[in-house]
Each structure stands twice: as structure tokens, then as C-alpha cells.
């Protein structure tokens, strides 16, 4: 099962569900997750016939066992499966005047055994399952709208909209996946899972601006003419050819850390230039820069490392909850002491308990999807 197929049936359904027409390529990519996941029209049609409604979501954070689990217990055995796709394509659109949210789709009919195939079996650490790490994997918004679906056969490339007409670009990783691209002007990005990178199809002839949620690690193609200009949060990061990282999940204040070049950073209140080697903390508003003592926190986005330098146990799960997509379950008092460490983020999760159980001396139990820590 593919996670962004997923978000891509979910952003398909919730545009016709609004009675907003596809174009012919999006419609050829949903007509193919119908006949790939059959399953679909049926619980489609089951919860279009109740008049279920959900409030909406951001569908970068969709609980996806959590919906699995309710998956299976609406769709039938035997599921009718002879729904034709132009015919689905009148049920959804009959309903477009109720508002049925990306959550509602973000269904697991995708799943053909008893879980998400990411679970898999453990027979080396002695825990009811393990995890495996996430994919590379993301999604491409054109103008507002999904495009497309970025996969192995699209990483490192430039994504291309085919229609220079359109304004607004956007990269989005869900939860389990990373993603890395090219921009048009060679700068390059790595993101890192639920993250998004917003960009116009062409830089203008004086700046190259990008705006960011998430985390993401930048190679900047040098351009004396056109500063590179990376909006996130109230800070405004203005390179003309350098190596950085931006930390900003879920309205956090922006951390950054500089591995090569220069950088001019600005807020509402004040202005600092940092050198490589250096980091930047936006706290309470106000800037703060000094020597980094983590700068391997930012090659670790780009190079395949989880790089624990001087983090408490609390930051490190957060950091491996949004690689594996798995639930957090904290049943014990964790100390405020920091580790430090590093593992490479192509293991399975049994293996980065293993190791943090040795860091730390807790109990890592991995129960489905789920994470406890006793």
C-alpha cells in the first residue's frame, strides 16, 4: 500500500465532492486508483448513500491505522466492485453540495491484508512487529489543485506542471515520506516527512522566493542577480549560493542551521547575517544566533541520519513519529536529560528501539502501529 495514493484518491474525491472538474490527466490517475482499489466504490458509495459528513482535516495528518480500522468495519465481505467509473463519477459529483472532507477518503482499502504493509513481521529484537522506514514519496499541487504524484521515478528531478501558464507550485510529504527536488533555477531541496515547499513556476528576474512548512534541508544554485528568499513563519532567509536547513513543524518557532555560505535572516523586529557554522533561533519573536554545536541535525535531512545531538527523549520520538507514521504512547515519566547519537533512517523501527533502548534504559514496545514507551 502507498501512502500518498491515499491523499491523492482523498484530494480527487474531495474535488468532485465540491463539484470541481478534473482535468483528463487527473481524471486517467483516479480512474486507476478505482481499478487498483476496487473497494473504494463500494464504501464510497455506502457513505454517500448515509449522508456522513466529517469536519475537515489537514491531510497531512491523517491517523491512517485509525481509518483503517474503520474501513473494515464498513466495507462488506463481498464488495460490488461492477460500479463503472463514469458512473462513480456521477455519484460523487451528485453530491457535491455536501462537504465531505479529505479525512473522509483517506480510507484503507489499500491495505489487502490485515494491515498497512509497512507493518511486517519482527524476528530479530522480540517485538510483536516492526515498522519499515518511510518512503520517498509526494505530492504536487498546481494552482491550488493536485496535479500529480511524485514518486522514485520523479526524485531529484524538476516537477514539471507541463503548463507554464500556472502560478502557484506546491511539494507536499506526508506523514512516512521524504522527497527530494530540483528547483528551475538548480537550487536543490530535501524535505522531510509532513512538510511543503510553495514556489510561483518561475522565479522573477530579481528574487527566487520559496515559502516552507515543515523541515527541509536547501543546496542553493549560486545567482549574485537573484538572492534565494525562503519565507516560513515570520522569518525571511535570503542566500545567494549556500547549504542550510529550516526546522519550523506545527508553528514552532524557525530554527536554522547554516553548513555553507552566508545568510541574511529578518524578522518584523530585527536583521542578522550568520556564517557557516553557525545556527539561528527565532524565540519569542526575537532572533538569536550563534555557533552551532548540531550542525549535523541538518545533513542528516539530506544524507539519511537521524543525528541526536543534545535532544531530549521527547524531541527524538516526535522526530521518529513522523518518519515511521506511527502513534506515541508515552506511559512513563521521562527524564529532561539530553542524548546524543546518531542512526541511519533506513532501518526499521525495532531496530532504532533497540539502539534507544541502550541510550536511554526505557522499555520500546511496538504494538501495530503504535509506540509505547514504559
Not at 479529505?102 to 517485538?127: N, T
Not at 528531478?157 to 522527497?179: A, C, G, H
Request: charged share 30%; proline share 4%.
Amino acid at each position: 500500500m502507498i501512502e500518498t495514493d491515499k491523499i491523492v484518491f482523498a484530494e480527487f474525491a474531495s474535488m468532485l465532492a465540491a463539484g470541481q472538474e478534473l482535468d483528463p490527466q487527473q481524471e486517467a490517475i483516479l480512474a486507476h486508483l478505482l481499478e487498483k482499489y476496487p473497494n473504494g466504490h463500494t464504501y464510497l458509495r455506502d457513505i454517500i448513500e448515509s449522508g456522513k459528513v466529517e469536519t475537515p482535516v489537514d491531510p497531512r495528518r491523517i491517523d491512517v491505522y485509525e481509518e483503517w480500522l474503520r474501513f473494515n468495519v464498513s466495507t462488506p465481505v463481498n464488495p460490488d466492485t461492477s460500479i463503472g467509473f463514469r458512473s462513480s463519477w456521477r455519484i460523487y459529483t451528485a453530491v457535491a453540495a455536501a462537504v465531505i472532507c479529505v479525512l473522509l477518503f483517506a480510507i484503507l482499502w489499500f491495505v489487502r491484508s490485515g494491515r498497512p504493509d509497512y507493518i511486517i513481521e519482527d524476528k530479530l529484537y522480540g517485538q510483536k512487529n516492526d515498522v519499515l522506514p518511510n518512503d520517498e514519496q509526494a505530492i504536487f499541487e498546481v494552482d491550488g489543485k493536485l496535479f500529480k504524484k511524485l514518486g522514485s521515478d520523479d526524485l531529484g528531478k524538476i516537477p514539471d506542471s507541463t503548463n507554464k501558464m500556472s502560478r502557484r507550485q506546491k511539494v507536499i510529504t506526508p506523514i512516512r515520506s521524504s522527497y527530494a527536488i530540483v528547483l528551475f533555477d538548480g537550487s536543490k531541496v530535501w524535505l522531510s516527512p509532513e512538510s511543503e515547499v510553495e514556489y510561483l513556476s518561475t522565479f522573477s528576474s530579481h528574487e527566487r522566493k520559496v515559502k516552507l512548512r515543515g523541515e527541509a534541508f536547501f543546496e542553493i544554485a549560486r545567482d549574485t542577480s537573484r538572492p534565494f528568499i525562503v519565507e516560513v513563519d515570520g522569518l525571511e532567509i535570503r542566500a545567494l549560493g549556500t547549504a542550510f536547513s529550516v526546522t519550523n513543524y506545527n508553528k514552532e518557532e524557525p530554527q536554522v542551521l547554516l553548513t555553507e555560505g552566508r545568510l541574511q535572516l529578518i524578522t518584523p523586529d530585527s536583521e542578522r547575517i550568520i556564517e557557516a557554522g553557525y545556527q539561528a533561533d527565532v524565540v519569542a519573536g526575537k532572533l538569536h544566533a550563534g555557533v552551532s554545536t548540531h550542525l549535523e541535525d541538518a545533513l542528516g535531512i539530506k544524507e539519511g541520519f537521524f543525528n541526536f545531538n543534545n535532544k531530549d527523549i521527547t524531541t527524538i520520538l516526535t522526530e521518529i513519529k513522523r518518519w515511521y507514521g506511527v502513534r506515541l504512547e508515552i506511559d512513563r515519566e521521562v527524564e529532561k536529560k539530553r542524548y546524543s547519537g546518531s542512526i541511519e533512517r533506513n532501518v526499521t523501527l525495532a531496530k532504532v528501539c533497540s539502539v534507544l533502548k541502550d541510550l536511554t534504559g526505557y522499555q520500546y514496545i511496538i504494538d501495530g502501529d503504535k509506540l509505547i514507551v514504559l
